[in-house]
């Protein structure tokens, strides 16, 4: 008896009991998913409050990532230090979550081996139960024990237990198991082309349009689990819409898996499959309104964090605004004179007493000489503009009217200065024309 059937005997006991004492395997598969779910969920009671939790933190996660930028160690530190204080895993959500599937999964071997599992059978003795029954080149592999399970009858079953050397008595003797549930027969693998398998020729229409339908109803009912999950956590309300799309995604998964379930594994699964997301579907519904106050507390506390957030960055705003303005206010003071101005457009291009010896056009700065920055260092500030947007100078108005004011003088000081340089700009090169002109008469 190797270790997973050590830790899975007690499910395969129960559904073993489930099956002896209701004589339908169908009625066994959906009380022992019944069972296992109300096993389960205060686990998954526990990972839907650590998930609220986590969400709640998700906007103090963003905020430390980008005021931190490229620096992820010291980030790494705060969002640690951050679910520390509050007492939550980084991954005590996912955990909790993924919990139940870490045990639903193995749960899958029970019903795909009855004989290792519900009759305690080593492979050589299931090998000899086969062949005494007829099937030569058996081999205890995928779903061969689930098909192999319909051949033991009332009439061979004391010739298969003395194959195998086992009994028909006691807590793990072979017993009968009945795959009929509602006139299907759920050790046969539906087909998609029904009307061309054997029971459908052999006039057992039902049988096998009821297995075609069953893995359909499978995989519908798997996609509207997940609705009804994502609409009973409200949480999912302030998702992102990349993390919304991503959601969808696994979504589909489910059907998906259903359908390929459904139609490569015997007919038990599908029953197993269905009574999974029906039962699924009760329990979020439960889980959502034992968690209403939970949910509502935290899209208070999420939007709260959005109304802080939304007054930082105006904060943030209006002390950039202040800046540039008080910039702004101080250049117009040291203003020069419009001769002056006139003068500094030769300035850059004169060499000397000669002017314009260097062209019209020279310009020293053209091509300014960028500093060094590690790109894996913390981010470094970007120089402002020293220009203030409408939305900058509505904040500066609110703020600092006489502020505004100044900055609204120095633009106009600005924009005359700019003008007057550029009317003399002109005025010198239609000099140098003038004078070039005589000269080339000469020539």
């Known amino acids: 008896m190797d270790i997973w059937q050590i830790l899975m005997t007690p499910f395969s006991l129960l559904l073993r009991f489930l099956c002896l004492v209701f004589n339908s395997y169908g009625i066994a598969l959906i009380l022992f998913t019944l069972i296992v779910k109300v096993i389960l969920f205060p686990l998954s009671i526990k990972g839907k409050r650590s998930m609220i939790k986590s969400s709640i933190l998700s906007g103090q996660v963003q905020e430390i990532q980008k005021r931190c930028g490229n ?27 993924f919990l139940p599937l870490l045990i639903l999964m ?3 071997a029970i019903i795909r081996r009855p004989f290792k599992y519900m009759m305690m059978l080593k492979e050589d003795a299931t090998i000899a139960v086969a062949k ?51 006139g299907i027969d759920l050790s046969r693998v539906p087909s998609l082309m029904f009307w061309k398998s ?7 229409i039902w049988g096998a349009v009821g297995l075609f339908l069953l893995p359909l109803i499978s ?20 998702q992102p819409e990349n993390k919304q799309q991503n959601n969808w995604m696994m979504i589909l998964m489910g059907p998906v898996m259903s359908l390929w379930i459904g139609y490569s594994l015997p007919a038990g699964m599908c029953i197993y499959w269905i009574a999974n997301s029906a039962l699924g579907m009760v329990q979020e519904i439960i889980a959502g309104r034992m968690l209403k106050k939970d949910y509502e507390a935290a899209q208070k506390e999420m939007e709260e ?57 020279y310009d020293p700065a053209r091509y300014p000489v960028t500093p060094y920055h590690d790109p894996n260092g913390p981010v470094m500030p970007k120089e402002e503009d020293q220009t203030l947007t409408d939305e900058e100078k509505a904040l500066l108005a609110e703020s600092r009217p ?36 005589p000269e080339d008469e000469e020539h």
């Open 106 to 108: 193995p749960l899958y």
């Open 71 to 97: 620096d992820k160690e010291k980030a790494n530190q705060e969002i640690q230090k951050l679910y520390a204080e509050s007492g939550t895993s980084m991954f005590g959500g996912c955990g909790w979550s």
């Open 132 to 182: 005494a029954l007829g099937w030569a080149d058996f081999t205890p592999a995928g779903t061969n024990e689930l098909l192999l399970a319909p051949r033991l009858n009332a009439g061979n079953l004391e010739t298969a237990a003395a194959a195998a050397g086992a009994s028909t008595a006691g807590v793990f003797g072979m017993f009968v198991i009945n795959f009929n549930f509602l």
């Open 198 to 204: 054997d029971l459908f020729t052999g006039g057992d």
């Open 305 to 361: 964090q959005k109304r802080r957030s939304k007054e930082a960055e105006k904060e943030r705003r209006r002390k950039s605004a202040e800046k540039k303005a008080a910039a702004l206010a101080a250049g117009s003071k040291k203003q020069p004179k419009k001769e002056k101005a006139a003068a500094d457009v030769d300035g850059a291009s004169q060499e000397g007493l000669r002017r314009f010896a260097r062209g019209r056009a």
């Open 402 to 437: 006489e502020l505004a004011a100044a900055v609204e003088q120095a633009e106009q000081q600005a924009a005359e200065a700019a003008e007057t340089v550029q009317e003399q700009a002109e005025d010198t090169a239609a000099e140098a024309e003038e004078a070039s002109a």
């Open 219 to 238: 995989a519908g009912l798997s996609l509207l689990s997940y609705q009804v999950s994502m609409r009973t956590n409200q949480m999912s309300q302030n």
